[in-house]
C-alpha cells in the first residue's frame, strides 16, 4: 500500500521516500481554493513535518503527478492525477472479484501475480500482488502500463481480442516497432501459437529504462486470457525469477494453474453490470 516508483528491488534512492497511502493526500488538497502550494502551506495542510513533506511531494514530482513552478517553487498537480481515475468504475467490479483469487494464487505459487486491462493503446495493471512475496526483482504497482507490442500480455491481448479491435491496436502502435517491439510479421508467426497454446511467456526485454539494465534477461513473464463467453475481459500475468524455475515447470504446471484462475475469475463474474465491456 504504497505510491513507488517501479524498480528493481533493493534499489534505494535517499532523496525520495515511499510514501504511505494517508501522506497521499498531498494529490488530495482540491478543497483549497488555490491553484499551487508552497512547502509550508502543504505542510500544515498534511500535518506533517517540512522535511517530510518535502519527501512526499519530491516523490510525487518524481512520479510525474506535480510539478513544481520554476518562478515562486509552487507545487501543483499535473494532468497525470486524473490516470489515477482512470479506467476505475469499468473495471472495479473486475478487480473486487479477481483480487482474492489472485492473492490465494501469488499464496500457493510464492510468486508474484497481477491483472491487467486495455486502456487506450496499452495494458494498465490494475491489481498485483507484489506486496505478498519477495520473490521478484522488479515491484510493480496497479497504475502501470504496459506496452502492447513488447509484452507477454499485450501479446496475449492482440491474440485474443476481435480481428477488428487487434487491427485498430497494431495501427496505433507502429511507433513500438522503432522501440523494439514486434513488427506485424512476427505477429503472423507468433498470435497464432498464442491461440492455440492460450498462454505466452517471455523475459523482461522489452524493459528499455538505464535503472533496468541488466535485469532484463534475468525475470521472465507468462501470460494468460481471462475470457468469459469468448470476450476478452483481462489479462492474468505472473512474474517469475528465470534461474528459480525450470523451463518444462512453465508450460506442465504454471500454464494450466494460471488458466484455472483465469476461468475462476470469469466464473465469478455476473451475467450483467459487472463485467466491463468486451475488448
Keep these: ?7 528493481p528491488v533493493g534499489a534505494h534512492d535517499p532523496a525520495h521516500v515511499e510514501v504511505p497511502r494517508d501522506q497521499v493526500t498531498a494529490i488530495g488538497v482540491e478543497d483549497v481554493p ?11 495542510l498534511l500535518e506533517l513535518p517540512r522535511t517530510t513533506t518535502v519527501r512526499v511531494l519530491e516523490t510525487l514530482r518524481e512520479l510525474k ?3 513544481r513552478r520554476a518562478d ?5 498537480l499535473t494532468t497525470r492525477v486524473l490516470s489515477l481515475s482512470s479506467g476505475f468504475n469499468e473495471n472495479f467490479g473486475l478487480v473486487r472479484i479477481a483480487q482474492p483469487i489472485l492473492d490465494a494464487l501469488c499464496d500457493e505459487l510464492r510468486w508474484p501475480v497481477s491483472l491487467s486491462a486495455l486502456s487506450g493503446f496499452a495494458l494498465r495493471v490494475f491489481h498485483t500482488t507484489d506486496a505478498h512475496t519477495p520473490h521478484m526483482l522488479f515491484r510493480s504497482v496497479a497504475g502501470t502500463d504496459m506496452p502492447l507490442r513488447r509484452t507477454s500480455s499485450g501479446m496475449v491481448h492482440l491474440a485474443f481480442c476481435s480481428d477488428a479491435a487487434r487491427q485498430l491496436l497494431l495501427d496505433g502502435t507502429r511507433d513500438e516497432v522503432a522501440k523494439g517491439g514486434r ?9 497464432p501459437a498464442t491461440r492455440a497454446r492460450g498462454w505466452f511467456y517471455q523475459d523482461h526485454s522489452y524493459v528499455d529504462s538505464p535503472e533496468f539494465q541488466g535485469f532484463q534477461d ?15 475481459l483481462a489479462i492474468l500475468s505472473c512474474r517469475v525469477i528465470r534461474r528459480a524455475v525450470r523451463e518444462e ?10 488458466k484455472i484462475a483465469a476461468a475462476s475469475i470469469a466464473a465469478a463474474m455476473e451475467p450483467a453490470g459487472t463485467a466491463p465491456r468486451p475488448r
Design 183 to 191: 513488427s506485424e510479421a512476427l505477429f503472423d508467426v507468433e498470435l
Design 249 to 258: 515447470w512453465l508450460g506442465r504446471v504454471l500454464a494450466p494453474r494460471l
Design 34 to 44: 488555490v491553484s499551487a502550494l508552497r512547502v509550508a502551506e502543504m505542510a500544515r
Design 72 to 76: 515562486d517553487r509552487r507545487y501543483h
Design 65 to 67: 503527478y506535480v510539478d
Design 1 to 7: 500500500s504504497v505510491l513507488r516508483q517501479q524498480r
Design 218 to 232: 534475468k525475470e521472465g513473464v507468462m501470460s494468460v486470457p481471462v475470457l468469459r463467453d469468448g470476450a476478452l
